[in-house]
């Protein structure tokens, strides 16, 4: 006989205010194998918790239904508490009528009625549901950290440090992604190499670490603790392993000409080349798209000079995989194309940047050396303007939201600029000025009070050129007049947006990501690292703009979480799993085909004196995930799936005909 | 029901847990008001749905049906998706034969950050189907179904 309890939440007044809390515990009360029914405030407050687990043992109950918040709340917690009381976990079912119900609906009766409909539907279905227990699976004791910009080496360093085996695989050449670019960093003004390059280096010569750089994750099989990684080595044309980074290759390669990426192209590289002289690893690769042997046959001076003979123009991209218990996603951010911004020059006039190429300007190792120039003629601005939010909160261009660090590099440019250009004017262009950090209002007040940037409230709406000059067009609505400031170099601050390929990547990873591109936590509070996907864990920019201090932060996150995964030998895992009926499994092999783990096998039952009877399917539990497409592929209704199966969903469809 | 009161669909909906369950859920957090009008049944791919669910839920009294998952590319499975997109472009020709107006049934994707998508999609179903009106198909059935429970 069953005997269910249910346990109404009110959860303050989140549910109480739209629902009829008495109501839904008279009508469960009502339901056929309910035995209990009471409410209480705070169903997952410690004395909420303790009373479930009293009633479950005064009143022996055979199964459990609360209906409070989604299950993806506090499905762990209740089933923790059942737990406590002697009650299997898995006959404890969450009746959403929060997220589902009270905050959804603004009727007291229909969310009431709507409320029970929910409970009755879980009562069925906890009537059918079946003592589980967890599966054990081993976990392989290695992280992949996939981008080695500072929050990547940050997580790839804590795992490292803590004694487990990293890989670090990073797409460009070197480590040390945007932060390797900047030159001073707010709101200390601590040269950005200074402090980045010790940790590159750290991260290259750690015994745990291994670095793959100039490689890409193109595949990620499995699941939690036992992850397979296909990545893709690109072709370096240079051995690393003879290479010794002399750099005479550098100085003879005759092709000089190609823009840098690296210095946003204001500069210029060569076709054998690092991106910048404290890459690391500190081994060229051949961009094969410029280099005159790999796309003419001609040259080969690298070849002839290099002491070693390390360059290998026959070199092909290499395919390897490496299995992994869990994966942190570091892939960072890109900023928006500035050709976006017609209105603003850029693209029609040299002497508009974007603030990534005013970065490499003040970098002491950039293009210019340090020197701020206008790109047109080499000049020293006389004043500059720079125009905030290009991009960032704007609905227009369909990105609302603030790109949270260019209020704050603004004024490190304008500050750094007045340093350097003691008679300069710089002028900023804002909506709002965002400086919610530690000791970065403080350093916005010094931009301004000491470094006497002036700050125009407004949006500007367009620049052309006139004489020698450029005439930026705004509008100031403190003093509710439109402006014109006439400036020799002007620097927007665009958009910081998910990075080239996220979606491609976030879809190979199997994790999820925003409408914009940038990935999702499952919980944007209380599990800001985590993605739905078991194992795999966010560190940095890919989820959401981010400073420095946020990057590392949440890089150190990600590596504890890996690390709480890597620290045990077995994991336990939901068991949510499929089963053959062996009796009448047909062996048609539908199954076999669809899984998308191959978590099914062919499997010979024998009788004892080992003469095959007949060949079925077999489900490895510790493979499967639980999505079931093969229960409803199965056409002899022999698979089902513990936790989900027909009889589980027949019931909810049955208790709403009552409806 | 009587007449003059003006007819409410019921709309059964059958979801994936880690897209649309979770979609629901955002819509929830972020106060998204719809009609009260659907009724969710979790599964944890929309590959798991078996079409005579669809079946058995028109029988059991529902006016419509929803169901939804991960966008393509997006399965939390990595291609569950792709099963359940094949089965409902063929489905509603069997809803057709025995039938049941195409209306009643949606078939969609809405995934986890898409909370006023699944808003729009529950308003969106419960016009079309007021637009049908009640399905009366399986009363006499489902008056002359032995007593008990059970599937199939």
């Known amino acids: 006989m069953a005997r269910i309890g249910v346990f109404v939440c009110h959860c303050g007044e989140n549910i109480a205010r739209t629902v009829d809390v008495k109501k839904v515990v008279d009508a469960a009360a009502q339901l056929p194998g309910v035995a209990v029914a009471s409410d209480y405030r705070y169903m997952c407050s410690e004395p909420g918790q303790r009373m479930i687990a009293d009633t479950i043992r005064e009143n022996r109950l055979t199964g459990l239904v609360v209906a409070a918040c989604s299950p993806q709340m506090h499905e762990k917690t209740f089933r923790r508490a059942a737990a406590s009381a002697g009650l299997n976990p898995y006959l404890v079912e969450m009746a959403n009528i929060r997220e589902h119900c009270s905050w959804v609906h603004e009727n007291r009766d229909e969310a009431t009625a709507k409320a029970i409909d929910i409970v009755s539907m879980m009562v069925a279905k906890v009537r059918q549901d079946e003592p589980l227990s967890s599966v054990k699976v081993p976990v392989t004791c290695r992280a992949l950290v996939i981008g080695g910009g500072i929050s990547g080496i940050e997580a790839a360093l804590s795992i490292a440090d803590s004694g487990v085996e990293v890989v670090l695989v990073e797409k460009e050449p070197s480590i040390g992604g945007h932060m390797a670019q900047l030159g001073e960093t707010f709101p200390t003004l601590d040269c950005s190499q200074c402090i980045l390059t010790p940790k590159m280096v750290e991260a290259a010569q750690h015994p745990n670490i291994r670095l793959m750089t100039y490689a890409e994750v193109e595949k990620l099989d499995g699941f939690v603790g036992n992850f397979k990684a296909t990545i893709r080595r690109k072709a370096r044309y240079v051995d690393a392993d003879l290479c010794t980074g002399c750099g005479a290759c550098l100085e003879k390669c005759p092709v000089k000409k190609v823009p840098s990426a690296f210095d946003e192209n204001l500069g210029p590289r060569t076709a054998i080349y690092r991106p910048f002289p404290q890459a690391v690893p500190n081994k060229p690769v051949i961009d094969a798209a410029a280099c005159l042997k790999l796309t003419k046959d001609a040259c080969g001076i690298c070849s002839k000079v290099c002491p070693t003979g390390a360059i290998k123009y026959d070199d092909a991209a290499s395919v390897i995989t490496e299995d992994f218990g869990a994966v942190i996603v570091a892939t960072g951010y890109d900023v928006l194309a500035a050709a976006?911004?017609?209105?603003?020059?850029?693209?029609?006039?040299?002497?508009?940047?974007?603030?990534?190429?005013?970065?490499?300007?003040?970098?002491?190792?950039?293009?210019?050396?340090?020197?701020?120039?206008?790109?047109?003629?080499?000049?020293?601005?006389?004043?500059?303007?720079?125009?905030?939010?290009?991009?960032?909160?704007?609905?227009?261009?369909?990105?609302?939201?603030?790109?949270?660090?260019?209020?704050?590099?603004?004024?490190?440019?304008?500050?750094?600029?007045?340093?350097?250009?003691?008679?300069?004017?710089?002028?900023?262009?804002?909506?709002?000025?965002?400086?919610?950090?530690?000791?970065?209002?403080?350093?916005?007040?010094?931009?301004?009070?000491?470094?006497?940037?002036?700050?125009?409230?407004?949006?500007?709406?367009?620049?052309?050129?006139?004489?020698?000059?450029?005439?930026?067009?705004?509008?100031?609505?403190?003093?509710?007049?439109?402006?014109?400031?006439?400036?020799?170099?002007?620097?927007?601050?665009?958009?910081?947006?998910?990075?080239?390929?996220?979606v491609a990547l976030a879809q190979t990873l199997g994790i999820s990501y925003d409408t914009y591109g940038f990935y999702s936590e499952v919980h944007p509070k209380l599990r800001p690292v985590e993605t739905s996907k078991a194992g795999v864990y966010l560190a940095g920019a890919c989820s959401a703009p981010r400073d420095i201090p946020d990057a590392v932060a949440s890089g150190a996150a990600a590596a504890a979480k890996a690390l709480s995964i890597l620290s045990a030998e077995t994991l336990e895992r939901e068991p949510t799993v499929a089963r053959v009926n062996d009796a009448t499994c047909v062996h048609c092999g539908n199954c076999i085909a669809a899984c998308p783990y191959d978590a099914i096998e062919d499997f010979e039952v024998r009788d004892r004196a080992g003469n095959l009877i007949k060949v079925i399917a077999r489900v490895n539990e510790s493979v499967c995930q639980g999505c079931g497409v093969c229960v409803a592929l199965c056409r002899s209704k022999s698979i089902d799936l513990a936790g989900f199966n027909d009889r589980q969903i027949y019931s909810q469809i049955d208790a709403l005909s009552a409806w | 029901m009587s007449d003059t009161r003006e007819f409410v669909p019921r709309i059964t909906a059958f979801v994936c847990n880690w897209c649309t369950y979770a979609g629901a859920d955002l819509a929830g957090t972020t106060r998204l008001a719809y009609p009260a009008t659907v009724r969710i049944i979790r599964v944890p791919c929309s590959g798991r749905i078996d079409p005579v669910f669809l079946i058995k839920a028109f029988e059991k009294g529902a006016d419509g049906i929803?169901?939804?998952?991960?966008?393509?590319?997006?399965?939390?499975?990595?291609?569950?998706?792709?099963?359940?997109?094949?089965?409902?472009?063929?489905?509603?020709?069997?809803?057709?034969?025995?039938?049941?107006?195409?209306?009643?049934?949606?078939?969609?994707?809405?995934?986890?950050?898409?909370?006023?998508?699944?808003?729009?999609?529950?308003?969106?179903?419960t016009e079309r189907v007021k637009s049908v009106g009640p399905l009366a198909h399986f009363a006499p059935l489902a008056a002359a179904a032995p007593e008990g429970e059970g599937a199939l």
């Open chain 1, 340 to 502: 976006e911004f017609g209105e603003y020059g850029y693209g029609k006039y040299a002497d508009v940047v974007t603030s990534l190429q005013f970065e490499r300007m003040e970098s002491a190792s950039g293009p210019t050396g340090g020197k701020i120039i206008r790109p047109s003629d080499g000049a020293e601005p006389r004043s500059i303007v720079f125009i905030q939010c290009c991009g960032s909160r704007d609905e227009a261009r369909g990105r609302p939201y603030c790109s949270k660090i260019c209020c704050m590099y603004t004024a490190k440019h304008a500050m750094l600029y007045k340093h350097k250009v003691h008679d300069g004017q710089a002028y900023v262009f804002y909506i709002d000025v965002r400086a919610g950090g530690k000791n970065y209002e403080e350093f916005v007040r010094r931009a301004v009070e000491k470094d006497s940037a002036l700050y125009l409230r407004g949006r500007v709406s367009h620049v052309y050129r006139e004489g020698g000059k450029l005439v930026v067009k705004g509008v100031d609505t403190l003093a509710g007049e439109a402006v014109e400031v006439k400036a020799d170099l002007v620097v927007l601050a665009t958009a910081v947006t998910p990075r080239a390929g996220a």
């Open chain 2, 66 to 125: 929803i169901v939804s998952g991960c966008h393509p590319g997006d399965c939390h499975y990595s291609s569950g998706n792709y099963y359940a997109r094949r089965r409902w472009s063929i489905f509603p020709k069997l809803l057709e034969f025995i039938g049941i107006e195409p209306e009643r049934l949606t078939f969609t994707w809405v995934s986890a950050s898409e909370a006023r998508k699944w808003a729009d999609v529950v308003a969106e179903a």
